[in-house]
């Protein structure tokens, strides 16, 4: 693993997942899932569960993957991703993340879940540097871990030689408004976020530039979504959350200690910085 994406998980990526905040916001609201779910219009925005589900579904359908297929989940948390995508496609999922207590609920959730908690399993690992041979997956996908990348180059290399050729890549990221597009004040907050949640591919990755990243890496890109629209009602129930807890951390200077209250604030408020995509990409 290079030393900057090795270097940069335990410094930033760990502690951020370890902080109270994040472990206790994760666990009250989402059952420590976290990823956002798909809403359809008018949908309440409270019932995050189902709409969890409903995007963990629509992933595994963007794969296309049939039974029995080798599918890797590169930053798995605590598996539900990898336990829905393993029931829906029928195929054998394996999770990683750097993690190693989400690791194991993980594995304790899939003991106890039925469907498709046989077909999957879990280890620790960093995605920059997989302890797989090459061409070991039919389909690889990420919920909102690559964002987290030091590294993307690194990282698409990496998926890029673990998957078989033909194989296929589905990444549910954000992506961020380039600075020159955005007010001063709107680029800071963006950049304070994405500092704060450990998110320097965030920042990297402007509108357009993963897909640049794919086809330099050896990847069709075969559709990009847009499914902001989807995912902004979780958003707003996040802000109206942390609305009056951020607000008074604000007023007493300490704002920045309550990362993911901001996170939903700020974001909400300055939707002009990020985008919601689903990519679908095959190995070349
Ligand atoms: C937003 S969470 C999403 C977790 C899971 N995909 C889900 O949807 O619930 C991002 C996850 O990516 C993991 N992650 C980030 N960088 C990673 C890396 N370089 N290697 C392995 N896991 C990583 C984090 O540890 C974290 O669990």
Redesign the pocket.
Known sequence: MSES?DGH?RRC??PY?ARLGSRLGYAMLLSR???FGWYEPGESPWRFTLAMRRMEVIAARKLALPPGSRVL??????G??ARTVARVTGAEVTG????AS?IAIARRRSADAPGGGGRTRFLS????ELPFPDASFDGLYT???FV??ADPKRALAEFHRVLRPRGRLGMLEYSSTPEGRLTPAAYTVLRRVCELSAMPAMLMLTHGRLEQLLDDAGFAVESVQDATPNVLPMLRAFSVLGSVPYGLARAVGHGDALVNAMSGVEMYRHQETWRYHIYVATKR
Request: charged fraction near 25%.
């Open positions: 994406s998980y990526v760990a997942y899932t976290r990823h989940d590169a930053g798995c948390g605590v539900d991703v990683v993340d750097g993690i989400d690992a960093d995605y920059h919920m909102e871990s987290h990348s």
